[in-house]
């Protein structure tokens, strides 16, 4: 499994996804510049966290322009697995290659702090290895985290289960419908989520429960090239 | 030869969207005595300069700048004025 972890300037959370990737997987796992036009030889595009471009704009609207997401969206179609990390989901809504936007925070504070999320399901290639309704605990830092989406919209995607995370009860940090931390399109290989699990790696951080999403991945990964080489 | 034209930009959550900002400034002016105040919108305010043809590709320019980059259409609106800069 070859891993990209794509850098924009005011990229921040770039180094700490490849080692997350290379500690958890012992797969390699490669800093791309934003201005790479080719990433078919990728299985795993990580849109990592950060301030691109300042957020000047809106959050993530100008990042979504550069060369190498014309790449990712050609890597989404032909079934690659896209993670976009806090700024990386901002800029993969602003992309229109999942659902939603995220507005500020509903406090208007910057929110820093390790909350427990629930994983609504264990089905998916990113979250194999969770167990459905699982309590776990990963970091956020965000100003911008309030998802929104219209109710139409959202009803659809419950339907299709395109949630993947919700804030535990009564910890919604910043206002976001339905208590929403991270979505899946509706193939399923695009996720976007606010909170960091590559900050998540280690008891000694506070919590290891990011680990087991990049090792979601790998196995899912495993389990179709093994069986296609079989 | 192209005419020159300012766009001056007004965007705003859709009336939809709760506005977190307006909520925080309606409260502070309540606070500080506008009990009239109803409701406030906080939005953003853009001044593009461009050179067009006529008003209706500027018109048409702009727009298209708005939907693609200036706005996000899932949260946001927008109105413009547009004035002929005469040289």
């Known amino acids: ?230 | 030869m192209d005419a020159q034209y300012k766009a001056a930009i007004h965007v705003t959550l859709k009336a939809s969207v709760l506005d977190p900002q307006g909520a925080a400034v309606t409260k502070a002016l309540h606070a500080l005595g506008y009990q009239d105040v109803q409701d406030v919108r906080v939005g953003k305010f853009i001044e593009v300069a461009l050179a067009a043809a006529d008003e209706t590709s500027a018109r048409d320019a702009v727009a298209r700048m708005c939907e693609q980059l200036l706005t996000n259409p899932v949260i946001e609106s927008y109105t413009y004025e547009l004035t002929e800069l005469t040289v």
């Open chain 1, 1 to 230: 499994m070859n891993t990209a972890v794509l850098q924009f300037p005011g990229s921040n959370c770039d180094e700490d996804a490849v080692k997350a990737i290379t500690q958890t997987t012992g797969k390699p796992a490669e800093l791309v510049w934003h201005t790479a036009e080719d990433l078919s030889a990728f299985d795993l595009i990580i849109v990592p966290g950060g301030f691109s471009y300042g957020d000047y704009l809106r959050s993530g609207a100008i990042a979504r322009f550069s060369p190498a997401m014309s790449a990712v969206r050609e890597a989404a179609e032909r079934g690659a697995y896209v993670l976009g990390i806090c700024n990386g989901f901002q800029i993969l809504t602003e992309a229109g290659l999942l659902p939603g936007a995220l507005r500020r925070n509903e406090s208007l504070q910057y929110r820093c702090a390790i909350v427990p999320l629930t994983v609504v399901r264990a089905d998916t290639p990113f979250t194999s290895g969770y167990t459905t309704g699982e309590e776990i605990y990963i970091p956020i830092a965000h100003g911008d985290g309030n998802y929104y989406v219209d109710d139409a919209t959202l009803a659809l995607m419950e339907q299709r289960g395109q949630i993947l995370f919700r804030y535990a009860k009564e910890h919604n940090p910043n206002g976001s419908v339905d208590d929403i931390a991270g979505v899946m399109n509706e193939r399923g290989n695009v996720l976007g989520m606010m909170p960091h699990p590559e900050r998540a790696m280690h008891e000694w951080l506070g919590s290891a429960d990011g680990a087991r999403l990049f090792a979601s991945i790998l196995t899912t990964w495993r389990n179709a090239h093994e069986h296609a080489n079989a």
